[in-house]
C-alpha cells in the first residue's frame, strides 16, 4: 500500500541520517516546533503508490530540525522479499528523512501533498518527538507490516494519540464501508488492479469498517483529522488541527480517481470474449484437439489461480483472505488434471469430474447473490466458461464414449 521503495543510495542515507541524530531524544523542542501530519496523494504509476501516503513532520527552526519520520520504508532486495511478501511477513520500518528530500520524492512525481499542522501543547510536541525517536532506533524501526491494521497511516496516528495529554474525538468521514469499498475508491482506473484484489480478499473484507479502521488509507486519516478534536480529563475540547494547507499541489483528487484510459479492457471483457470463442468451439459434436487444448488453458490458469489463493487462506497472514469462497471456482485441483485432458485412457475419470465440477458451478452461480461475500461481476464469464467446458466434455464423453 503506502510505501516508498528507495534506491539503497537513499536508505542508507536515512539511516546515516539516523546514526547522527542518536542524542536527539535529548533535544528540547522550542516553543516555536510544529508537528504535522503530510498526507501524500495517490500515485497511479507504481500498485504500492495506489492508496497514497502517510507521514510525520517535526519542524523546529531553533535546534535545526526539519524531518519526516517516514513509515514505509521496505528493502526489496532483502533474501527471500516476495516469498516473505507473499506470505504476509514483509517487515517495514520508520526512517526519519530530511524533509526536503522527502518532499523533493513526490514533486518529483508530480504528487499533491498536504500538511496538517497539529494543535499540540509543547509537553505533548516534546512526548510524540520522543517516542518518534526512540521508533526510530535501529532496535525498534521495524515492524510487521499489516495492509489493513497496521501501516504508514495508522502508525503516525497512533503515536499522536499516545501521547496527547487527553482523547482524540475524530470527525466522521462520510457513510459506511467495507473495507472493500474503501479500497475501491482508488480503484476506479485501475480494473485490472481491482480484479486481483477481489481475487485474493475474502469475505472478511466485507465487514464494516469502523471509523478508526478506515484511517488505514492516508485520505480517510487527512479527512478524519479535519474536523477532530483534543478531549482533556477535564473535558475541555481544542481542534486537533489548527491549521491546514496544500504543500504542493498537482491533482487534487489523485490520479486514481480519473476515468480509465481504456475502460472497456476490463476482466469482463476479455473473459466475455474467451466465452464466446469457447461457445463456438462447444458447437462441434465431437472433441477436438483444439479443444482440449483450450481446456488445458482454461482450467490450468485457472488452477494457478487457485494454488495461489489456497496459499493466502491458509499460510499467509495477509488480513481478510480466509475465508474466500472463489476457491470453489479456482480449484487448485484444475492445475494437476489439466494436462491429464489428452490422455484417452483417463477420459472416464476426467469426465466424472467434469460432471462435479459442473454441478457445483452449476449450484456457485444458482447461489450468487446468498454467498456471503463480495463476488466481482467480471469473474461471471470466467466462471461462465468453465461451466460450459465441464458439461460440454460430460456430455460429448457419454455420447462418444471416448
Not at 498536504?114 to 505533548?124: D, I, M, S, V, Y
Request: negative net charge; glycine residues 4%.
Amino acid at each position: 500500500m503506502c510505501v516508498m521503495k528507495l534506491k539503497k543510495l537513499y536508505i542508507l542515507f536515512s539511516l546515516l541520517f539516523i546514526s547522527v541524530n542518536t542524542f536527539s531524544q535529548q533535544i528540547q523542542l522550542s516553543d516555536s516546533a510544529k508537528i504535522s501530519l503530510l498526507t501524500n496523494y495517490p500515485w497511479d504509476k507504481q500498485v504500492y503508490a495506489l492508496f497514497g501516503h502517510t507521514a510525520l513532520r517535526v519542524q523546529d527552526e531553533v535546534n535545526g530540525i526539519d524531518v519526516a519520520f517516514n513509515y514505509g520504508i521496505f528493502d526489496f532486495d532483502s533474501s527471500d522479499f516476495l516469498y516473505r511478501f507473499v506470505k504476509g511477513e514483509t517487515d517495514y520500518m520508520v526512517v526519519p528523512i530530511k524533509y526536503s528530500y522527502y518532499i523533493g520524492e513526490y514533486n518529483n512525481r508530480e504528487v499533491s501533498t498536504f500538511e496538517q499542522a497539529l494543535n499540540l501543547t509543547h509537553p505533548e510536541k516534546q512526548a510524540v518527538w520522543d517516542a518518534l525517536c526512540i521508533n526510530a532506533l535501529p532496535e525498534n524501526r521495524v515492524y510487521r507490516y499489516n495492509f489493513f491494521f497496521d501501516n504508514c497511516s495508522t502508525r503516525p496516528r497512533d503515536i499522536i494519540e499516545n501521547n496527547l495529554l487527553g482523547t482524540v474525538q475524530y470527525g466522521s468521514t462520510g457513510d459506511d464501508m467495507t473495507f472493500r469499498d474503501l479500497l475501491y475508491t482508488h480503484l476506479i482506473m485501475h480494473p485490472w488492479t481491482r480484479f486481483g484484489i477481489d481475487l485474493i480478499i475474502g469475505n472478511g473484507a466485507d465487514r464494516i469498517a469502523t471509523e478508526d479502521e478506515k484511517m488505514f488509507l492516508p485520505l480517510f486519516l487527512k479527512k478524519s483529522y479535519e474536523n477532530a478534536v483534543i478531549i482533556d480529563d477535564e473535558g475541555y475540547e481544542r481542534p486537533l488541527v489548527e491549521d491546514q494547507h496544500f504543500v504542493s499541489r498537482f491533482n487534487e483528487s489523485g490520479d486514481s480517481f480519473r476515468t480509465p484510459d481504456y475502460p472497456f479492457i476490463t476482466g469482463c471483457f476479455v473473459f466475455a470474449a474467451c466465452l464466446l470463442l469457447l461457445m463456438c468451439v462447444c458447437c462441434k459434436e465431437k472433441p477436438s484437439p483444439i479443444g482440449r487444448i483450450f481446456d488445458v488453458l482454461l482450467f490450468g490458469v485457472a488452477g494457478v489461480a487457485g494454488c495461489i489463493i489456497f496459499f493466502l487462506m491458509f499460510f499467509s497472514e495477509h488480513p481478510a483472505t480466509y475465508p474466500n469462497w472463489n476457491i470453489i471456482w479456482l480449484n487448485p485441483m484444475q492445475l494437476l488434471l489439466a494436462p491429464l485432458f489428452f490422455v484417452k485412457k483417463l477420459s472416464k475419470y476426467i469426465s466424472y469430474y467434469h460432471f462435479i465440477n459442473f454441478a457445483l458451478l452449476s449450484l456457485f452461480l444458482l447461489g450468487w447473490w446468498f454467498i456471503p461475500q463480495s463476488l466481482e461481476l467480471a469473474f461471471v464469464p470466467y466462471i461462465l466458461s468453465l461451466w460450459l467446458r465441464s458439461g460440454t466434455n460430460f456430455v460429448q464423453y457419454q455420447r462418444w464414449k471416448l
